[in-house]
């Protein structure tokens, strides 16, 4: 079924890394005009753009920086005019296994900042682009974490900055964003464990990942494809035109219990 996301212009957070490099190739291969912002990694950003052959603009922020953010929609706005839709990809996870009473102010502020503050930054642009540009229909594609759905126990910063965007944010800017855009959805998307370089060096270890597999029906880890696919099926308004306020799971039907207790043995 053709997406429908042919010519539209598409801001892409965190576009540099193994997700955001996988899901921009998918919107690339539906039509898809991309803003590709980088953080640190300028050389896979531009690497990236180069690969593509769709057009698109590389532009660097430091989300948590209002000004940075409002300086990276001037940019793109300056060469697309408008702008379709956002998917909300970029932040940190620390793989320090920390419980909250080990844990630094520092850390958590530094988290919160990374994967929340920062969110709140770019949606908000966002809908004030909204605001000014009128348009039947819009999307924020928010990335989460299962971390928000079932906690994640030593990582207390990361669980609670993802379960404010994939609760908090994304149940409220769906009624808000209708009041700018008509058709105006918003959706989050929460990935478990995920092959990226982000997790390479815990997915390396084979007592943890049989730990994580014995959670899941499906007993596999996913590919940066896996949830590149349910970010573009709800960018898409011809795919998911009626789902707004959405928090989709791609984690292989994970629990926050054993299903496979045998795995662990």
Not at 35 to 41: A, D, E, K, T, V
Not at 80 to 93: C, E, H, Q, S, T
Not at 140 to 163: P, R
Request: hydrophobic content about 45%.
């Amino acid at each position: 079924m053709h997406s429908g996301l042919d010519g539209k212009v598409v801001l892409l957070t965190g576009a540099s890394g193994g997700i955001g490099q996988v899901t921009a190739r998918a919107l690339a291969a539906e039509g898809a005009r991309l803003i590709l912002h980088y953080h640190r990694n300028q050389a896979a950003a531009e690497t990236l753009a180069k690969q593509l052959g769709a057009p698109c603009l590389v532009v660097r922020a430091d989300l948590r920086d209002e000004a940075q953010v409002e300086h990276m929609y001037t940019e793109a706005l300056r060469q697309f005019a408008r702008i379709d839709a956002l998917v909300v990809n970029a932040g940190i996870w620390n793989p320090a296994s920390v419980p909250m009473w080990e844990m630094s102010a520092e850390q958590w502020r530094q988290t919160l900042d990374a994967d929340l503050n920062s969110a709140f930054f770019t949606c908000r642009a966002f809908l004030r682009h909204l605001a000014q540009v009128p348009r039947e229909s819009a999307s924020i594609v928010l990335v989460g974490s299962t971390a928000a759905l079932f906690g994640e126990a030593d990582h207390s910063d990361y669980a609670a900055a993802k379960a404010a965007l994939t609760y908090g944010l994304t149940r409220t800017l769906k009624n808000e964003i209708v009041r700018l855009t008509p058709r105006g959805r918003v959706n989050c998307v929460c990935p478990g464990w995920v092959r990226t370089p982000m997790s390479a060096g815990e997915l390396g270890d084979a007592c943890l990942v049989r730990r994580v597999r014995a959670t899941m029906a499906l007993r596999k880890i996913a590919e940066p494809e896996d949830v590149a696919a349910a970010i573009v099926f709800l960018t898409s308004d011809r795919l998911a035109g009626h789902i707004s306020g959405a928090i989709l799971p791609v984690a292989g039907g994970m629990e926050g219990r054993l299903l496979h207790p045998e795995n662990l043995a």
